[in-house]
């Protein structure tokens, strides 16, 4: 989708030459306003700047992700799980 410059910039989404020359203003609105900013080149979008607190949650929800992947695997017929590996290893 193609929005005009100021549909982009009401979007949050600003050319990543107006974030190189105002990094510091850009930051300063991601980490004290709470905003997300996107990045972008040529039109596409390329990149995000977003305050830590979500950061942190995208963290979280990639541990618990991987957690549910761990356990569906240990589930499958041959798996091995980490103490057997271990043993095998005399670790």
Do not use: T, Y
Not at 62 to 71: S, Y
Request: proline share 3%; charged share 35%.
């Amino acid at each position: 989708m193609h929005l005009l410059k100021a549909d982009r910039v009401a979007e949050g989404i600003f050319p990543h030459v107006e974030a190189r020359n105002k990094f510091s203003k850009f930051v300063n609105r991601v980490a004290f306003g709470k905003e997300r900013m996107v990045l972008a080149r040529q039109g596409e979008e390329v990149a995000a700047l977003v305050p830590m607190e979500d950061l942190s949650l995208l963290k979280e929800l990639e541990e618990r992700i991987d957690l549910d992947d761990a356990g569906k695997a240990l589930k499958e017929p041959g798996a091995v799980s980490w103490e057997q590996v271990k043993k095998s290893l005399e670790l």
